[in-house]
């Protein structure tokens, strides 16, 4: 995040030494039906991520699920956000991902404020990733995914326009878990991480284990492979920019180190790995170098040398593989490895 106000973008804490969300200005939506403001069309929408951010992250999985690829383009960020926050990669930068570019929509913008202040030159709020940009109308949305889900159904074959990820019969146990899962899962990283009191840490970070806790417990009574049955939902990618992260980065650089996904959380780790591995959209949308040198080289005020660890190795284990402390509490309980 970075902001448009005389704030420092390090800034994330109050007085109290809690971290707090800011909330998107630009609540816009995309429409299929007939006369919108913003009608669905192909090419009309430019989206801006970081393969760093959590938030974006969803949107890449779902714009991949849903076969929106030709419909939306899309240019991440560099993974540096420093005073003027996110910047693009400059011409002559090679940068691990796809479309890792200077801007294609506005030549010569070098950073994400950039569009935040041509849509609106007295923005005071946060330039933040995701952001939608409507080339035609020169407006901005960061309420992205769910618009995603349908609005674009029309432009799609069967294969894609089937594909429901927030199915209504599931709907209530999806928005009932979404609660904790943000405010204590998504978000408490955050809140323990960006935390400066000892008793704000301590605040977020019991209920982010105690939360991990119950998505763990969760798991190990669904026989099948998603959170909520056969098929991905929404919970599952909410869920996942979060776990795919928690060992990387958020163990050492965030302090959330209670115990680890890989040791700690057998179902949730086995979860984790079955999308990664087995979902082209999760795979290929995460990218562990942006991940890791974000947040380790950002963040100079949680670590002002900007070294970057080397391990967790690897990033994430193969399906099949165990770290021997989750074998070992395997064995102690009777359960299978498999």
């Known amino acids: 995040m970075a902001t448009g106000s005389n704030e420092k973008i390090t800034d994330w804490a109050d007085k109290s030494g809690e971290f707090k969300r800011g909330q998107s200005q630009f609540r816009d939506r995309i429409s299929k039906q007939t006369g919108a403001e913003f009608p669905a069309e192909r090419g ?97 949305s960061s309420e992205i995914i769910r618009m995603f889900y349908t609005e674009f159904d029309d432009l799609l074959p069967d294969e894609f326009k089937k594909i429901d990820l927030f ?27 960006f935390a400066t009191t000892q008793e704000a ?20 009574k669904e026989a099948s492979p998603f959170y909520f049955g056969e098929h991905i939902t929404e919970a599952d990618i909410r869920l996942y920019t979060t776990i795919v992260r928690f060992d990387p980065v958020y163990v050492q650089h965030f302090k959330c180190n209670i115990r680890d996904i890989r040791s700690g959380y057998y179902k949730l780790h086995k979860w984790l790995r079955n999308l990664y591995w087995t979902v082209p959209a999760f795979r290929e949308t995460t ?31 193969p399906q099949d593989e165990e770290v021997p402390a989750a074998l070992a509490a395997l064995r102690s309980t009777n359960q299978p490895s498999v």
């Open 287 to 317: 990218q562990f170098e942006h991940i890791k040198k974000h947040y380790t080289k950002s963040h100079r005020q949680i670590n002002p040398y900007s070294i970057t660890p080397v391990g967790p190795l690897p990033d994430i284990l």
């Open 44 to 140: 009309r929408y430019h989206l801006y991520v970081s393969y760093a951010c959590p938030w974006a992250h969803r949107t890449l999985i779902v714009r991949k699920l849903k076969g929106l690829e030709d419909i939306i383009p899309y240019t991440s960020v560099h993974w540096e956000m420093l005073d003027k926050g996110w910047r693009f990669a400059k011409p002559d930068e090679k940068v691990v991902g796809d479309n890792v570019t200077p801007d294609p929509v506005h030549e010569g913008f070098t950073h994400l404020r950039d569009i935040y202040f041509k849509v609106d030159p007295e923005y005071k709020g946060r330039f933040t990733v995701p952001t939608l940009y409507d080339v035609k109308q020169g407006k901005i």
């Open 201 to 220: 840490y301590e605040k977020s970070v019991q209920p982010l284990f105690s939360s991990l806790d119950r998505a763990e417990a969760h798991l190990s």
């Open 167 to 193: 199915p209504e019969k599931l709907q209530k146990s999806i928005e009932e878990t979404n609660e904790w899962t943000y405010n204590e899962i998504n978000n408490g990283v955050y809140k323990s991480g």
